[in-house]
């Protein structure tokens, strides 16, 4: 479930980037680049087991898709909806998976390291959440506040 969840996040941070390189300015391409790492620090959290982390994809990808239907009126097309179905289905599992309390005579989880999407999905996380979750919670305030307001802004007709 958690690899999934990387996945997910890592997939949507780096398209969503490409597709800022192809389409947009810079500040369009920065704005993204913010909100990518948001989403490869998030899946991070997500491959090591953070509620916060996993709640706060979920968040951020519904609240794009808010303010993509505000602006646009096309923010829920079926790609949207699967992926939002599958990091709630993370939220869901995470949150439960949490609860449980492994026996003593289970044996850790292996990370594995055969190729490179095992070295990201099961090295990188191990080394860079310890220290990457204080700058994710930072990012992901800034990101979810800015998310807010832009809707707010849109909604009130001030874009």
Do not use: K
Not at 51 to 64: K, N
Not at 113 to 120: A, F, Q, S, Y
Request: some cysteine; hydrophobic content about 55%; proline content about 4%.
């Amino acid at each position: 479930m958690t690899t999934q969840g990387f996945w997910i996040c890592t997939l949507v941070g780096t398209v969503s980037l490409a597709l800022s390189f192809a389409t947009g300015n810079a500040l369009d391409i920065f704005l993204t680049a913010f909100a990518a790492a948001c989403y490869v620090l998030a899946g991070f959290g997500v491959r090591m087991q953070s509620r916060v982390a996993a709640t706060a994809a979920f968040a951020m990808y519904l609240l794009d898709g808010v303010a993509m239907q505000l602006q646009t009126g096309q923010g829920f097309g079926v790609m949207r909806l699967i992926f939002l179905a599958l990091l709630l289905a993370n939220v869901r599992g995470i949150w439960l998976s949490a609860s449980f309390q492994p026996s003593e005579s289970d044996p850790p989880p292996v990370r594995l390291n055969e190729n490179w999407r095992d070295e990201l999905a099961d090295q990188w996380p191990a080394a860079i959440w310890p220290w990457g979750r204080y700058v994710f919670y930072v990012l992901t305030a800034l990101y979810l506040a800015l998310a807010v307001f832009g809707m707010l802004a849109l909604a009130l007709g001030l874009h």
